[in-house]
């Protein structure tokens, strides 16, 4: 008997100038299953989902080798409408959002719904009108459909990151004609509530019929949510596999090519904190970030002190980082070292040693065009004057000192690349993550605010990430403020953790506080 | 109230472009001593000449295709046309009409052609419009020098060179062209609109019946207007006399500018206040508009500015073409094909992803704008009254884009508003600069100098800025997920 396949990918291979980051790859799903599609940063999911989709980045660079069939015919999908055309929806890893656009736009964005008018008669469908109302109904019921509470005509611009991913999720949601729905990542920026409330929602829509492909890094999802499952190494498919015949270690071993061990193994601890000296202080902080408004924050992080900030999301955690960077209206304290900060200017944090990785994947102003290396020095080579030899007034880039540099973070953090030379746009998702990661350590800051350092990472590099965080706390005495919807991850580096909930700080608690007190402390406020 | 200071120094930032040439402008007028009325009357007919023209570029910046310099070649197609007409013999508005109905299809080839090729250079579509310009030029002149007469026999002594091939530097309008969409009256317009109203209604009634959509009662509404309308301007002979001049005193058009919006402001009020009871509508607002129009109303008789009324006169019909142009370029954005441009302007890549035809689109605005950069060319032509046969058209991109310029827009954004106001200021400067030179350093060319300093400075620190935006901008270490208040203000 031969199983009836929505989709087959056969055969597919893919260079990028002589770089093959697919090989052979076949691909198979069935109608109505959820089909995992998982590996490490930089095994070439993405790129086999932008050649499903027809994405130009694959046709302006030599298309690929292979075939595809939808429904056991073959189809030829060289863009995005042809892609559509068959059925197929796509969140993709980044954010496919327009900021200036309302949020019911963005829902509607190529989908516009329009009424005939007098023009539409004579010069057709393109000078039809649009129906404004009907359409701010359609978003209103998507919305509503995914539980987002949000008014449909505000701007996108400024939303918090996990809006802009349900955002995403209900203009997919809003199709009509959908057959296969992929999702790339969808639950690297959301906490772990807001994750479950989406994968619910993937199981009904594939209970419709629908099948669909969810690439993520979190493996636990993957066994509880999907039916089955593709990995990839190195571009090469490594097992597939029905998901009952698989556990999550053996889905970690096969994806990347080694046992893996615990989360974090810490160094030897020597530090000894002290409540008088006190490196961040925020006295009755307000931040006017919309989705996360912080109300009234009261917090002393001391120095050499690695500080955890969780909370669901909405509450406020991520509108303290942004804050005190500058990024949003903020009012109250904050002191650095005593010293009290000019909340209304942007830069001050920075100019008072603070590095700030943001969670915002899209906005954190990485230099798409320019070599790696470049990216990673950037920060420290504009703000602290560093990697330059000075010829009297004019300052010139050490290149030989770049490099080394560069290439000692791309070994240390795993960067997936062909070198430091590399463009950072033709690199995989969570490779340049780590690139934003490099820079900000590359600051050599006094005191680091990472906001989800290892969102959209894969699990073996995040040990590296979390390891190194914790040897340059223990060996420099930097002190890390970590904000994360990843309570595992703030549990096994962090010496405190507050939690916040409604905007203020709920309760401060141990790392190895039991679940309970950390859940009531979520939901209180 | 920080908040009050803060917004009042944002505002002026804002608007730190028109600011700075109000004040220039202001300070020339002061200069060159020339009379008021004198600068309105000129300024009005410049406005009527140029206005048009600068309208046509807000298209491609909305489908973020940047400053088109390539209405050039839009300049191009409705110069042929010209030539030909003149050729040919033909007159008045049938001269005109026919020009546009010639130059109409060639502005629409043009416009495909430019769009494929921006279409192959995306992110330096202005230079290569720039670049594109001075090419077109070029084969123009191969055309209007040699092929005129040369391979295409044209014998006509007044247009072509007396060896035979070629055409003349300049072609006199005068006697047929000139004027002539100016003087088309008011009635006219009127009676083509209550006719095309009363056609609607038709259409309508057919879709009505066909397929019972739509309300019956708003179409016989609709038809009824139309030849209530015309009855009412055939058969008051007051009205008609009134009517059928072509050129409208400035005190007239003010009034019934005031009437039309006081109008309409009392009609919005009761439509959406007692009819629809609709609870966000604010009456502050309107009534706000109604004290204004008022008081404009009463400033009417101060006597410079009454001056200035009894003396300006304004072509109607061209007027209204411009008002039209306004129309379209604001309601084109409620369409499905501005909206698409606007998301293509917005990003391509998330317009690409949402399935649109990127290529395309972009193709549809260039053709637009160069079909309406063709007709504004004609209203300029008709308006002064002597085609330079080879100087007519090289610098309408480079003027039209200073103009835009002034007015604060930018590469990325521009409004009817800016273009308005720009294509005021910018006059205003090319009217009084040369006087003002004459009068601060006796020497009027010196003035020349400065207006065409203005025009190309502007241009040049405009595209500079852009630059400096798209180059340095995401140059910032922790960018801001919102705005770009906080951008400017670490740089
Ligand atoms: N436009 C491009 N030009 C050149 N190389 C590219 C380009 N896009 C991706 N690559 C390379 O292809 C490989 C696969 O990238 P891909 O984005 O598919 O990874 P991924 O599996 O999605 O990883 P992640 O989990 O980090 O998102 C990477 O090595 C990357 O450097
Ligand atoms: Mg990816």
Redesign the pocket.
Known sequence: MSTHFLLNMKNISKE??G?Q?LKNVNLQVKPGEIHALI?E????????MNILFGMP?IHS?GGFEGTVEINGEQVFIDSPQKAIDYGIGMVH?EFMLIPGFTVTENIKIGREISKPSLLSHLFGKGMETLDFEQMARDARKALSDIGLNIEEYIQVAGLPVGYMQFIEIAREIDKTGIKLLVFD?PTAVLTESEAERLLEIMKVIASKGIAIIFIT?RLSEVKNYADSITILRDGEVVTHKDIKDISIIEIAELMIGRKVEKLVDLAEDTRTLSDSDIALSLKNFHVDMPGERVRGVDLDIRKGEIFGIGGLAGQGKLGIPNGIMGLYKAEGTVEIFGKKLDLSKLGSALANGIAFVSEDRRGVGLLLDESIELNIVFSAMQIKDEFLYHLGPVKLLNQKQVRQHALKMIDLLDI??TGPTQKV???????QQKVCLARALTMNPEILIVSEPTR?I?IGAKKLVLEYLAKLNREQGMTIIIVSSELVELRSLCDRIAIVSGGKVSAIVKPDAPDAEIGLAMAAG | MSNLKDKAIKAILDNKVVILFVLLCIAAIYASKSPLTFVAAELFTRFGRNGFLVLSLLIPVLAGMGLNFGIVIGAIAAQIAVFWVVYWGFTGITGFLLCVLMSTPIAILFGLLVGRLFNKMKGAEMIAGLVLGYFADGLYQLFFLYIIGGIIPVDNPRLIISTGIGVKNTIDLADNLKYSLDTVPMIAILKITFTIMFIAALVKLVLYLRKKNGSLQSIIMLGAAAVLGFALINFIPPLTDFLSTDRLLLLDAVTIAIIILIAYQVWDLINKKLIKKDPHYQITRPLLFIALAIALYFATYLKPVEQILLFVRIPVTTYLCIVALCLFNSLILRTRLGQNMRTVGQSQTVANAAGLDVDRLRVIAMIISTVLACWGQLIYLQNIGTFSTYGAHTQVGQFAIAALLVGGASVQKANNKQAIIGVILFHTLFIVAPQAGKELFNNAQLGEYFRVFVAYGVIAVSLAMHAWKTTVKPKITTAPSSGEEATVAQS
């Open positions: 990028y100038d770089n980051v590996g940063n930089g095994a070439g999911k993405s790129t086999l980045v660079t890893q990542e890094h997936r690349c746009g033709s690199l995989s998702g969570g490779n959209g894969d």
